[in-house]
Antibody, heavy 119, light 111 residues
Framework: EVQLVETGGGLVQPGGSLRLSCAAS????????MTWVRQAPGKGLEWVAT????????YYADSVRGRYTISRDNAKNSVSLQMSSLRAEDTAVYYC????????????WGQGSLVSVSS | QSVLTQPPSVSGAPGQRVTISCTGG?????????VHWYQQLPGTAPKLLIY???NRPSGVPDRFSGSKSGTSASLAITGLQAEDEADYYC???????????FGGGTKLTVL
């Protein structure tokens, strides 16, 4: 069974940093692209970042480019999202999702991790 | 503002059929990229409902179907059930941003 478990969320002050991690199991992690999607309270889904299966390419939404860094450790079956210069508008539940690469869809999602940016 | 446009809400009585539209542009749906649909039940993570315009993952009832034409796509739900009450999101790829784009979501109410 595919499982994705996000950790690392919490309350952070504006301008601060936070690192989210997503532990994957139940599939050959190194074969799959991985993606982070976020959802602000009461709002819709927003694509944040994607990393290829081997980490060779990374893609970011304009809203986070230059502030967020996606990375992965295939030996540990995990993907991370390093977030810096956080703003109030970054407050959201962050989901990691298994990405079907060039088919561009997400077939399994984690339960989400809440990040709150507030003073 | 979302790149893909969905109606904010739709409703239907149990047993009825409803459709949810998703309209994009020339760099996403109109460029030939597939449309995918997700169901988000209250308080839960999104779940893949339809991929590749009209394909259902294992376990998704055949009451759910998708279609795509030109710059638009639709999700149809037949034989509405109370358990279908959820938010539904369309998603595609946008070559102008080299990333995925979502619709704003449609809240389905089963009357």
């Amino acid at each position: 069974e595919v499982q994705l478990v996000e950790t690392g969320g919490g309350l952070v002050q504006p301008g601060g940093s936070l690192r989210l991690s997503c532990a994957a199991s139940g599939f050959t992690f190194s074969f799959y692209w991985m993606t982070w999607v976020r959802q602000a309270p009461g709002k819709g889904l927003e694509w944040v970042a994607t990393i290829k299966h081997d980490g060779s390419e990374k893609y970011y939404a304009d809203s986070v480019r230059g502030r967020y860094t996606i990375s992965r450790d295939n030996a540990k079956n995990s993907v991370s999202l390093q977030m810096s210069s956080l703003r109030a508008e970054d407050t959201a539940v962050y989901y990691c999702a298994r990405d079907r690469g060039m088919s561009y869809y997400f077939d399994h999602w984690g339960q989400g991790s809440l990040v709150s940016v507030s003073s | 503002q979302s790149v893909l446009t969905q109606p904010p809400s739709v409703s239907g009585a149990p047993g009825q059929r409803v459709t949810i539209s998703c309209t994009g542009g020339s760099s996403d749906i109109g460029a030939g990229f597939d449309v995918h649909w997700y169901q988000q039940l209250p308080g839960t993570a999104p779940k893949l409902l339809i991929y590749g315009n009209n394909n259902r993952p294992s376990g998704v009832p055949d009451r759910f179907s998708g279609s795509k034409s030109g710059t638009s796509a639709s999700l149809a739900i037949t034989g509405l059930q109370a358990e279908d009450e959820a938010d539904y999101y369309c998603q595609s790829y946008d070559s102008s941003v080299s990333g995925s784009v979502f619709g704003g979501g449609t809240k389905l109410t089963v009357l």
